[in-house]
């Protein structure tokens, strides 16, 4: 493995591709700084929804209990999990490997993944939104139907990015703007990874042990 | 289908009562009359505008030169275009409460509902489209200078953020025309503006402008901090930085995470409005309390985001008119940073008296006290700065001295307040509000007036004049003690802000007072539009392309004045602090480099004209419930932005040639031109190349 000088936090991109590794140190940063603002946005509505629970907020509505399908929610996460491997086997290779297929076979992989976890979420909020669960019922599904779908919403963003990113690929093939785009993919990716373990355990697994 | 179904489908809830002229025929009264007073202004001023471009020809230069420019200096210039845009509008609006208080004994002439309006948009435009866009405004234009740098990190971001700041600032200019504002304050606190009780379009003209302006604020910030962390010239070390762009810095990074809680506030609001949830509803387990944290989560750093860069001119300002290096530079440093920090702290102290424990308050009004002593050690720096310098009483310096002697007052009415046991006698009253003007105006007015005045040579290649300039600032003191010293003792006295009407006789006499001083303040706005007019008709006399005209200290004067496009033609070498007068110093200024390099410099786009119509659309189709326009502007926006993520042409480069030509010719300007020493700063001998002045040797 040759040295080099590390620009920016997370995989970088190496000495060997040149001007797009130089170009990625501000790029990056400034991409970092941007989740860390996204990151105060779904911490406060983790907050909001944490401060919105229990029988004053449920206002006789139904609860965790009766609204959590966990195993749908498992079903969710190792989607989520292994379309951040996916993405992260895509990284490396556009960063080692030459030739555009090594790049473009995970990252269609991670798309599928993708979508399907927004299919599964999907699925879940018309069950609930079919027992008169939706937000509109309590100031606790408010919040959960604040805080959820704004993870799946910023999934359906990603989606729409990496469809676009394959276009790109398709029409540039791996140029820098492209490389350096897909690095700012793979850490929203992965970021959105991190918030739903955040959704996993604070909403579904403490919601249904509490 | 019948017109009854198809119209609300095409116009939403848009009927020939939300146009103002209506109810003031249908319903005549003085209130009615100013309303439709004052849509009728918006209409004239946007006939006038459009019509002066048209019949001069300008359409062409102002959309090549200004609307898709990319140049941080020139989007700087635009905001803050639109910063003196809206506060004229923010002044006659605050100056119209005086007077209604004024009178108001038993009365007055405007209704309840128009009274409130006008504190709403007041408070609004002043925080969210005066302060914030001026603040951006010299950031833009000064800080890329101070480090070296050719731009900010991401111009067409830059260029988004204004756009979406002007969305703001058009939908609730449109809301002057169409239906009503708020009447629910600056900070919209729920129940009161949700659904249940406000169901028309003013809240959500509210919750539009200010999520759409705060998400433009948002990407600025990530764009002052990537280019403080990424641009620097070399060897500016953080430590190296003017003080200036330490107060930006602190800023962006405030503006990174305080903007967010904004967003959080207005988009549940909005969705308990449009989407039937109930985060902040009486009803069904909502919690208004919720909403009340987050907003001044918002709300407390905000303020901080607006006073530090005012610090950090006043550090530019005294500094050069003192002919001396700041004092005690790493002090401001670490206050700067501390009150940062702090400024995450203290947000409950908005609502002492909103059911928190005694406890809980306590903790909060130390926290908020602490916040005095950085700002206290800025004030003994400033002062000390001054210390056996060589001042020059500059207009600058007249408002450094306003803020110096009010703001210290103003700070010192903070820490009452931030006892909480005071705030339960005397918040929701008048003092309160004389209280955040007399921060607000002497910190953040004066400064970025004297900002306004001490940068605009640099942007426009002339001095302002300075005989107006002295005038108007006086105005704005003189108007500012009269106006809100008053409200000090009205406060206490009893009289609650927001207040329309009151029966109490005693209070008449100052609210007169206050009125008389809100006249002062419109003849200080009227004196600074003068001041503009008179320094563009006597331009001639007042150049200054050299670039240097008031011995400054810091890297934005080492080059002409109005800089070109790529500011440096070559990026300077920074050996110590205030590097321009260590150059001026060592004689080492003004030099002509080896060789010359061609230079990138990002070309023009649309996409940001397209953000900001599209932007404006959205929202009223959001206000107006015309969900085809909303969804077919936003749908654009989106398609505008994948359309553009397929362009690779995205740089203009400029020759080496040119840019040797070029600064060869200001060079032997420079070279052909004499020092002139200060006493003839404000004379016609002025043309940019100060002596380089030291102050008397200590004995």
């Not at chain 1, 080692?96 to 599928?112: I, N, Q």
């Not at chain 2, 308050?361 to 060589?390: C, E, H, L, Q």
Request: proline content about 6%; charged content about 10%; glycine content about 10%.
């Amino acid at each position: 493995m040759t040295q080099f000088e590390r620009k920016h936090p997370g995989l970088n991109l190496g000495s060997h591709h040149g001007a797009a590794h130089d170009q990625a140190e501000a790029l990056v940063f400034g991409f970092w700084v941007f989740l860390m603002s996204d990151l105060i946005i779904f911490g406060l509505m983790f907050a909001t929804y944490i401060t919105m629970q229990g029988p004053m907020a449920e206002a006789g509505g139904p609860g965790p209990a009766q609204l959590y399908d966990l195993r749908s929610a498992w079903i969710q996460t190792l989607l989520l999990l292994t379309s951040s491997l996916t993405f992260g086997l895509a990284s490396l290779a556009m960063r080692h490997k030459h030739g555009v297929a090594p790049v473009v076979v995970p990252l269609v992989v991670t798309l599928g993944l993708g979508l399907t976890f927004l299919g599964f979420e999907l699925h879940d909020f018309q069950g609930m939104l079919a027992q008169g669960a939706g937000p509109g019922r309590s100031g606790f599904l408010s919040a959960f139907f604040g805080l959820v779908p704004l993870h799946g919403l910023h999934v359906t963003a990603g989606c729409i990015w990496l469809m676009v990113m394959l276009a790109q690929i398709a029409v540039f093939g791996l140029s820098d703007m492209v490389k350096l785009r897909l690095l700012r993919l793979g850490l929203f990716w992965h970021f959105l990874d991190i918030i739903w373990i955040g959704i996993f355990s604070i909403v579904y697994l403490a919601g249904l042990t509490g | 289908m019948t017109p009854d179904t198809i119209l609300p489908m095409i116009f939403g809830r848009i009927g020939l009562d939300s146009l103002p002229f209506v109810p003031a025929i249908l319903n005549p009264s003085t209130s009615e009359f100013i309303a439709a007073g004052a849509a009728g202004v918006v209409f004239l001023g946007a006939f006038i505008v459009l019509g002066v471009v048209t019949w001069f020809g300008w359409w062409g230069p102002l959309w090549r030169d200004w609307l898709t420019s990319t140049d941080h200096k020139r989007i700087g210039i635009m905001y803050i275009v639109l910063a003196l845009v809206m506060m004229a509008r923010g002044v006659i609006e605050g100056a119209l409460m005086r007077v209604q208080q004024g009178v108001g004994l038993d009365g007055g002439f405007l209704s309840d509902g128009h009274f409130s309006e006008l504190f709403s948009t007041h408070g609004t435009i002043m925080i969210f489209f005066v302060a914030m866009p001026f603040i951006s405004g010299v950031i833009n234009y000064v800080m890329p200078l101070q480090i070296g740098a050719r731009d900010v990190s991401f111009p067409v971001l830059n260029q988004i953020s204004l756009a979406l700041t002007a969305v703001g600032a058009a939908l609730i200019m449109i809301s002057l025309i169409l239906g009503k504002f708020s009447t629910g304050g600056w900070p919209a606190y729920p129940p009161y503006t949700g659904l249940a009780f406000n169901p028309g379009p003013g809240p959500d003209y509210w919750i539009w402008s200010v999520g759409i302006a705060g998400l433009g604020s948002t990407l600025s910030g990530i764009n002052f901090a990537v280019t403080i962390y990424k641009e620097r010239a070399p060897g500016m070390t953080l430590f190296r930085m003017p003080l200036f762009t330490w107060t930006v810095l602190c800023t962006a990074i405030i503006m990174v995470f305080a903007m967010p809680p904004l967003t959080v506030a207005t988009a549940t609001l909005a969705l308990d409005r449009y989407l039937d949830f109930h985060f902040y509803t009486n009803d069904l387990g909502g919690n208004m309390m919720n909403y009340v944290n987050l907003f001044w989560l918002f709300g407390h750093p905000e303020v901080y985001l607006l006073i530090l860069p005012a610090y950090g001119i006043f550090s530019e300002v005294i500094a050069t008119y003192s002919g001396k290096r700041l004092y005690g530079y790493m002090s401001l440093v670490v206050a700067t940073m501390s009150i940062s920090v702090l400024s995450f702290t203290v947000w409950l102290h908005h609502f002492f008296t909103m059911g928190q424990s005694a406890n809980v308050n306590i903790a909060f009004g130390i926290a908020s006290m602490f916040i005095a002593v950085p700002t206290g050690v800025k004030v003994y720096d400033w002062m000390a700065t001054m210390y056996r310098g060589r001042i020059r009483f500059s207009v600058p310096m007249v408002y450094a001295t306003g803020f110096l002697m009010l703001f210290v007052i103003g700070g010192l009415t903070g820490v009452m307040l931030a006892n909480p046991t005071i705030s339960f006698q005397v918040h929701n009253t008048l003092f309160l509000v004389a209280h955040f003007h007399n921060v607000i105006i002497p910190g953040v007015l004066f400064g970025l007036l004297a900002g306004y005045h001490y940068w605009f040579p640099k942007a426009f290649g002339f001095r302002l004049n300075t005989r107006w300039g002295y005038i108007t600032a006086v105005l704005w003191i003189v108007g500012f003690c009269v106006t809100f010293f008053p409200l000090y003792v009205l406060g206490l006295m009893g009289m609650p802000r927001r207040s329309v009407s009151f029966t109490d006789p005693s209070f008449e006499p100052l609210t007169l007072i206050a009125m008389g001083g809100a006249m002062l303040v419109l003849m200080a706005l009227s004196s600074l539009m003068i001041q503009l007019w008179i320094s563009v008709r006597d331009r001639a006399t007042a150049q200054v392309p050299l670039g240097d005209p008031w011995n400054g200290r810091t890297l934005e004067w080492s080059i002409p004045s109005p800089p070109p496009e790529y500011n440096f033609a070559v990026i300077p070498q920074v050996w110590s602090r205030d590097a321009f007068a260590a150059d001026k110093e060592a004689g080492i200024a003004y030099q002509e480099p080896e060789t010359y390099d061609a230079i990138a410099v990002p070309s023009n786009t649309s996409i940001g004209m397209v953000v900001c119509i599209g932007g404006v659309l959205l929202g009223l189709g959001m206000v107006w419930y015309m969900w085809w326009l909303a969804a077919v502007s936003f749908l654009g926006i989106v398609g505008a932005f994948i359309v553009r993520s397929f362009q690779t042409d995205t740089h203009r480069i400029i020759p080496a040639a040119q840019v040797a030509r070029d600064h060869r010719v200001w060079l032997a300007q420079i070279a052909a031109s004499p020092e002139v020493t200060r006493a003839q700063e404000c004379s016609p001998a002025n043309r940019g190349r100060a002596m380089n002045e030291r102050p008397e040797p200590s004995l």
